[in-house]
């Protein structure tokens, strides 16, 4: 029993270096892959029971773990679709079959049918939906969760619900003063009166321009006033508002004038930071609200807030991307698509946003490398190589001791 215990040892030891150099090739030809984790072998001896005057040979068993916790650098790409966790957790994905697991590869693009952040091997980024609410990650499951798509982000307009000046606003202290309420041009009186107009547009709900006309008049030295007019229907919207001016030509208390924009919100003017001087007349103002706009591309923030940005700047935000944890991630169990399934011995996923519970934060335009390091798998091959040489030499010495043993019965 003892001879054939040797040549079963020597295979065992052949067997277990070849499944070493097979995680080795794996972790060499994955050096480049996005968030992979290299594999390292564990060995575990078996042995049989042996009496004092015998030793009956064992064998050894090959574990295969992942170092999935282990850190990794980040590379800095030129696309804003690229994310790296900066510290815990993983992103979760689901594939086309609704499977649902984990990774640390972010190099996500925007899938051209659906409109989807998929990843290199097809599986959805997925996310809360901030159109639905403030969203509340679920503690223990993937409750809520859904894909990430830039497509929902589509062309939108935003109705204008107040305005400011923006740089500065000077009525002229030597105009005359002619009195009255400002009124614009008409037909039965073509000349108007006031002593200064100027205009803006404002956007109504659907984003159609709305040009609100304001007249100002001057009535005396440091007394004004001042009225809004929808330029299409010719209406009086506020007003007459005054503006009084001191001898500094400052307002002690500038006026606001509110007024509903038609077919849109309710508008705030704030006439704040108008003066009166010895000036030709300016009025920079400000209004916020846009015309239809299409997105022109998505932004990351490091708390995992997807925002469309739009044409003009604007920012609106439309996802939110969570990170799951779990107690022991080096249990995990890899699969194809450089993701992790849940084991029982990885421990339930945990859910919730970046920067909470010691997950790390997310990082655009950057993705995680693979944390294998060429030079230690080379070693570990060269090693293994040796161990193998060296399991074949003793299979092979038993190999010749059984022949003789065979040939003492001729």
Do not use: C
Request: glycine residues 12%; aromatic residues 8%; hydrophobic residues 35%.
């Amino acid at each position: 029993m003892g001879l054939y215990g040797v040549l079963n040892s020597g295979v065992s030891g052949m067997n277990s270096q070849s499944n070493r150099l097979g995680v080795v090739a794996d972790n060499i030809q994955n050096q480049n892959t996005v968030g992979y984790k290299r594999g390292s072998t564990q060995f575990s001896s078996l042995l049989t029971d042996s009496g004092n005057g015998s030793y009956n040979s064992g064998g050894v068993t090959t574990v295969v773990r992942h170092e999935i916790s282990g850190k990794a650098n980040t590379t800095a790409t030129t696309s804003s679709s690229d994310i790296a966790i900066n510290g815990n957790g993983f992103f979760i994905v689901k594939d086309e079959g609704g499977k649902t697991s984990l990774t640390r590869a972010g190099n996500f693009v925007v899938d051209a049918r659906t409109g989807d952040l998929v990843n290199a091997a097809g599986m959805h980024l997925m996310g809360y939906n901030l159109a639905s609410g403030t969203p509340v990650p679920s503690m223990n499951s993937y409750n809520g969760l859904v894909p990430v798509n830039l497509a929902s982000m589509a062309m939108k307009s935003n109705p204008s619900t107040k305005g400011f000046i923006n740089g500065g606003a000077v009525l002229n202290s030597n105009a005359d003063n002619l009195g009255g309420d400002p009124t614009p041009p008409t037909a039965a009186n073509p000349a108007g009166n006031f002593t200064s107009a100027t205009n803006f547009n404002a956007y109504d709900n659907l984003g159609n321009p709305v040009q609100v006309d304001l007249y100002f008049i001057k009535n005396s030295s440091g007394n004004w006033k001042v009225s809004a007019y929808d330029h299409k229907a010719g209406t009086i919207l506020a007003g007459p508002t005054a503006l009084t001016f001191d001898g500094t030509g400052k307002m002690a208390n500038p006026p606001k004038m509110s007024f509903n924009i038609p077919n849109g919100q309710p508008f705030t003017f704030d006439f704040a930071n108008v003066s009166q001087l010895a000036s030709q007349f300016v009025f920079d103002g400000k209004v916020d609200g846009n015309s239809p706009q299409a997105v022109d591309h998505a932004a990351i923030d490091t708390d995992g807030t997807v925002y469309a940005v739009f044409g003009d700047g604007q920012k609106a935000a439309a996802f939110r991307i969570p990170l799951a944890t779990v107690a022991s991630p080096d249990n995990l169990t890899p699969r194809s698509g450089n993701v992790f399934d849940i084991t029982p011995q990885s421990g339930d996923p945990r859910v919730n946003f970046a920067n909470v519970g010691g997950r790390g934060s997310i990082q655009s335009n950057s993705l995680e490398d693979s944390n294998v390091d060429l030079g230690n798998e080379l070693a570990t091959m060269i090693a293994s190589q040796t161990g193998y040489g060296a399991n074949s030499k003793v299979f092979q010495t038993g190999t010749e001791m059984l022949e003789t043993l065979v040939n003492l019965k001729r």
